[in-house]
């Protein structure tokens, strides 16, 4: 079917019901179909689906992309999530991608910084003391004067910063292309400014030009007693060479996504000392629903008006 990018196809499917009783009415003749993407029997009737122009995608459900070609009438898609870059090939033609930005910003500055301050003060070993009854106290490394490097600066690093520096840390700005205005450096200065990093946060989607961007050399460049946390995509950050550096006890890591992801049960990365692993759930906090929430509804008010819609995601 070829694709007007003019279709008139006015229905909005969403992934949670209520929001009306939330937040008011919705616009007139907007038809408002609910799917969350894993309820058995719940996906619309495909009459209903041809209508759809407004898709807002369920949150953390990979496999809702499933979805995509039984929506012929499809204006624009509404990911909850910030990264969406696996979802601009499987994209229709004719159709606009916008993006989460903002959603996780302080939920995911939230978990880097309760990351950061459980291996500084050595909250696991804390942990496994008072398991084992033992009372044994130590002095531990801080964040107040310790300097962090947010390699992908965006707003969640900004978020993150302004958390930092209410501990008293000092911190890096670091970005794909240099914003002096912002004190911002370019990736290319990362060499000069690693060994002088007492924490390198990673912040950065997934693309070709970032898989594997944090590698053995950026790794052997931090000082001894480094710690790296990763909150941003898995494959950004080489998991071998960050397993020979922590298997030494050189550096450590704190990390919220993995490369592979979900971790396997058995792999080293779980056993590595000094290593302080979460399940992908920077994101996930209740601070998320209601800024979603709100996004959602102030997107679908959009939409029925005509207007732009917010976060447009570039295709090329």
């Given at each position: 079917?070829t694709?007007?990018?003019?279709?008139?196809a006015?229905?909005?499917?969403?992934?949670?019901?209520?929001?009306?009783?939330q937040?008011g009415?919705?616009?007139e003749?907007?038809?408002?179909?609910?799917?969350d993407?894993?309820?058995?029997?719940?996906?619309?009737?495909?009459?209903?689906?041809?209508?759809?122009?407004?898709?807002?995608?369920?949150?953390?459900v990979?496999?809702?992309?499933?979805?995509?070609?039984?929506?012929?009438?499809l204006?624009a898609?509404?990911?909850?999530?910030?990264?969406?870059?696996?979802?601009?090939p499987?994209?229709p033609?004719g159709?606009?991608?916008?993006?989460?930005?903002?959603?996780?910003?302080?939920?995911t500055?939230?978990?880097?910084?309760?990351?950061?301050?459980?291996?500084?003060?050595?909250?696991?070993?804390?942990?496994?003391?008072?398991?084992?009854?033992?009372?044994?106290?130590?002095?531990t490394?801080?964040?107040?004067?310790?300097?962090?490097t947010?390699?992908?600066?965006g707003?969640?690093?900004?978020?993150?910063?302004?958390?930092l520096r209410?501990?008293e840390?000092?911190?890096?700005?670091?970005?794909?292309?240099?914003r002096?205005?912002?004190?911002?450096?370019?990736v290319?200065d990362?060499p000069g400014?690693?060994?002088?990093?007492d924490?390198?946060v990673?912040?950065?989607?997934?693309?070709?030009d970032?898989?594997?961007?944090?590698g053995?050399?950026e790794?052997?460049?931090l000082?001894?007693?480094?710690?790296?946390?990763?909150?941003?995509?898995?494959?950004?950050?080489?998991?071998?060479?960050?397993?020979?550096?922590?298997?030494?006890?050189?550096?450590?890591?704190a990390?919220?996504?993995?490369?592979?992801?979900?971790?396997?049960?058995?792999?080293?990365?779980?056993?590595?000392?000094?290593?302080?692993?979460?399940?992908?759930v920077?994101?996930?906090?209740?601070?998320f629903?209601?800024?979603?929430?709100?996004l959602?509804?102030?997107?679908?008010?959009?939409?029925?008006?005509g207007?732009?819609?917010?976060?447009?995601?570039?295709?090329?």
């Amino acid at each position: 079917m070829t694709r007007d990018l003019h279709h008139t196809a006015t229905g909005v499917l969403l992934p949670w019901p209520g929001l009306d009783r939330q937040h008011g009415p919705w616009p007139e003749g907007v038809e408002v179909q609910v799917w969350d993407g894993v309820t058995p029997g719940s996906e619309p009737a495909d009459d209903v689906l041809a209508r759809i122009g407004l898709w807002v995608m369920p949150y953390a459900v990979p496999d809702a992309v499933r979805l995509l070609p039984k929506l012929p009438g499809l204006r624009a898609v509404q990911s909850l999530s910030a990264g969406v870059e696996k979802l601009v090939p499987l994209m229709p033609a004719g159709a606009t991608l916008h993006n989460g930005r903002g959603l996780h910003d302080a939920s995911t500055a939230e978990h880097a910084l309760g990351l950061i301050l459980a291996a500084q003060r050595d909250l696991p070993q804390w942990v496994a003391d008072q398991s084992a009854g033992r009372w044994e106290p130590h002095f531990t490394r801080s964040l107040a004067d310790a300097r962090v490097t947010i390699v992908g600066y965006g707003s969640i690093g900004a978020a993150l910063e302004r958390r930092l520096r209410a501990c008293e840390a000092e911190v890096v700005r670091v970005a794909r292309r240099a914003r002096p205005e912002e004190g911002v450096h370019p990736v290319a200065d990362l060499p000069g400014l690693l060994p002088e990093t007492d924490i390198v946060v990673l912040v950065l989607p997934e693309n070709p030009d970032t898989v594997g961007m944090f590698g053995a050399e950026e790794l052997a460049a931090l000082p001894d007693g480094a710690l790296v946390v990763n909150v941003g995509r898995g494959r950004t950050l080489d998991t071998e060479a960050l397993l020979a550096e922590t298997r030494t006890g050189r550096l450590r890591a704190a990390l919220d996504v993995t490369d592979p992801e979900p971790l396997p049960a058995d792999h080293p990365l779980r056993h590595a000392p000094g290593v302080l692993l979460t399940p992908h759930v920077a994101g996930g906090s209740a601070a998320f629903r209601p800024r979603a929430e709100r996004l959602i509804v102030e997107q679908v008010r959009r939409f029925a008006a005509g207007e732009p819609l917010h976060h447009l995601f570039p295709r090329d």
